[in-house]
């Protein structure tokens, strides 16, 4: 298992925490993909068994297909809502030189088709990895962090954004390296290119390193940027962060850009119970779903484990908590801004800062099944993380956006939260959501963490999605 953070790399020098609502950065700093990673084995076939699979490193561990993280979220039938008609913007550092054909494997693996199109946008930010679409640029005299967890990060945007609206279109908007600065000047071109457009952005940085005197710069610049996309109705996702509500620094805070009053960020969950995992147990074909793999349910017969067909067949949602995985050292982002005061859309809430907004599986133990081709052959990883969190998301924007098009309405464009927070304060809100009420984000070994509870909490937002139902009442809105 890889766990990704690498803070120890950050050009950072300023520490010092400012009062909420005070935005300033000393000095440039490097986004880091907020995601985890097992390696399975080969991409030829699905495992057999599923949802459990069978790690070399780790033994056995649930995994899960699109299919049974569509049917735990009750997604609509693609033939009623895939997306058509929108565009998902996936901004990532380096690309990835499998990208595409990793998506076309994906599809082939997993019986999707392939999206209307698929383009490897670069604005004015070239990448080395991409020479057929963009120029190369000098590796040596432009330093690098966390290159292959990023060609990992893309290939779980790309994938899962398309997987859960296959009709819609797939922009992969590529910066040239981790930097602020080179993610908002991919960010801006791909704005400009793209109005009206989801975005969805797997990665951040602990707001702890944008705190201190001096020029606002690059949070300035990606905040201009938000602005802008917004009043062209773009909407923007992105992700909480995985190392707990203080991200190891002992001060509760947010990761960035997740905390901007113009986003809406994902926490993580976890499925939960898990059914005697590892035990090879039977799941008998009665009714009520007497099985669950923790998010999603399933019915037999069928065995955890077994080595032949039939696998288990999803049949719906399990249950979940607030995803904190001590065993793999990682628990979503979840806590009140350093940066930002309370938005208007979270008025009423008890807060005193910007908190996160929606929930979404992150599990390690849990994980999707993600196609990836950088070895030469291609493999599948169970990846886990709030960055599988960000595309699913978009990708539900996207089908509601459809929806709204089917009924002579406008995309909802800019900022979802208010549409989002109008069904909280709503009584739709437990038709639309599932309301996370166990467990906490207190990273193993921290002393800070906040638990869920019942209705908005900071460890998972407003809870995460029942999809069919919340896109009625997006499309209503």
């Given at each position: 298992m890889k766990k990704i953070l690498a803070l120890t790399t950050l050009a950072i020098t300023a520490l010092m925490l400012v009062p909420v609502g005070v935005v300033t950065v000393t000095s440039t700093f490097n986004y880091t993909p907020n995601l985890s990673y097992v390696l399975l084995g080969p991409a030829t076939t699905q495992p057999d068994g599923l949802p459990l699979c069978k790690s070399a490193s780790?033994?056995?561990i649930v995994c899960y297909t699109p299919s049974f993280i569509k049917k735990a979220y009750e997604y609509p039938s693609t033939a009623t809502l895939d997306g058509t008609g929108q565009t998902i913007v996936i901004v990532d550092a380096f690309g990835s030189p499998t990208v595409a054909s990793d998506l076309a494997l994906f599809d082939a693996v997993f019986g999707i088709p392939a999206p209307p199109s698929f383009t490897i946008f670069c604005g004015n930010s070239p990448t080395p990895l991409d020479p057929t679409t963009c120029p190369v640029i000098n590796i040596n005299n432009n330093p690098k962090h966390g290159v292959f967890s990023w060609t990992i990060e893309t290939s779980l945007d790309v994938q899962y954004a398309h997987?859960?609206?296959?009709?819609?279109?797939?922009?992969?908007?590529?910066?040239?390296?981790?930097?602020?600065?080179?993610?908002?000047?991919?960010?801006?071109?791909?704005i400009a290119a793209y109005p009206g457009a989801i975005f969805s952005q797997s990665f951040g940085i602990p707001e702890?390193?944008?705190?201190?005197n001096g020029n606002p710069g690059q949070v300035?610049?990606?905040?201009?940027?938000?602005?802008?996309?917004?009043?062209?109705?773009?909407?923007?996702?992105?992700?909480?962060?995985?190392?707990?509500?203080?991200f190891g620094f002992g001060v509760a805070m947010s990761n960035f850009p997740a905390s901007s009053q113009y986003n809406t960020a994902v926490t993580g969950t976890q499925g939960f119970p898990y059914n005697a995992t590892g035990t090879l147990q039977p799941c008998p074909t009665s009714t009520p779903f007497s099985c669950t793999s923790g998010l999603s349910s399933y019915h037999g017969p069928c065995v955890l484990g077994r080595t032949t067909p039939p696998n288990c067949v999803p049949?719906?949602?399990?249950?979940?908590?607030?995803?904190?995985?001590?065993?793999?050292?990682?628990a979503t982002g979840g806590a009140q801004s350093l940066l930002f005061g309370v938005p208007s859309y979270q008025t009423g809430l008890g807060l005193s800062a910007r908190g996160p907004d929606v929930d979404y599986n992150a599990a390690i133990d849990g994980g999707v099944l993600v196609v990836y081709g950088g070895f030469g052959n291609p493999v599948l990883f169970i990846v886990g993380g709030t960055s599988a969190g960000s595309p699913q998301w978009a990708g539900i924007a996207a089908l509601a956006n459809q929806a709204?098009?089917?009924?002579?309405?406008g995309p909802i464009g800019g900022n979802l939260n208010s549409v989002l927070y109008g069904i909280y304060h709503s009584a739709r809100y437990a038709t639309d959501f599932h309301d996370i009420t166990m467990g906490n984000d207190q990273l193993v070994g921290s002393p800070v963490g906040f638990s869920a509870g019942t209705g908005y909490d900071v460890a998972s937002g407003i809870g995460s999605p029942v999809v069919d139902q919340l896109i009625v009442d997006i499309a209503a809105a």
């Open positions: 780790l033994g056995n997987a859960v609206a296959p009709g819609a279109n797939i922009v992969l908007d590529v910066a040239s390296t981790s930097s602020g600065n080179s993610i908002n000047d991919a960010e801006a071109a791909a702890i390193f944008l705190t201190g300035t610049q990606a905040q201009n940027n938000y602005a802008n996309g917004v009043a062209a109705g773009d909407t923007f996702f992105a992700s909480a962060g995985d190392t707990g509500a203080d049949d719906g949602y399990g249950g979940e908590q607030v995803w904190n995985e001590p065993s793999f050292g990682a709204r098009a089917m009924v002579s309405k």
